[in-house]
């Protein structure tokens, strides 16, 4: 029985020891994100009173990329008909050569 008490007394020393290195490592990880914290906060606050000043330049700032995606979509839609043409073409001519072929193939069976 002794036995049995001074072992589970060591686990439990054991235990504690662990514990407190949990907690000295959670106490620094604490002081450690509270630092983070401080840091995002103040960031926060100097991007809220930049905020105000900067609101007619990221209004420009997206008046322009609006103007450069409309000169881009219609510049796609101009890209996409003419492709769409060129396959029209390219088929005309397929049909076109393959219908030679045929008379080519009727020819050379009179011949």
Do not use: F, Y
């Given at each position: 029985l002794v036995q049995q008490?001074?072992?589970s007394l060591q686990l439990m020393t054991q235990r504690a020891l662990e514990a407190e290195n949990d907690v000295e490592k959670l106490k620094q990880e604490v002081l450690t994100?509270?630092?983070e914290l401080e840091t995002s906060k103040v960031e926060n606050e100097n991007l809220r009173a930049g905020q105000t000043?900067?609101?007619g330049a990221?209004?420009?700032n997206i008046d322009f990329a609006l103007q450069s995606?409309?000169?881009i979509i219609t510049g796609a839609n101009l890209s996409i008909r003419q492709l769409v043409s060129g396959t029209e073409s390219l088929n005309f001519v397929a049909e076109l050569l393959k219908s030679t072929g045929k008379?080519?193939?009727v020819e050379a069976e009179k011949g």
């Open positions: 008490t001074e072992r994100l509270q630092g000043t900067d609101v990221a209004k420009h995606l409309h000169r008379i080519s193939d």
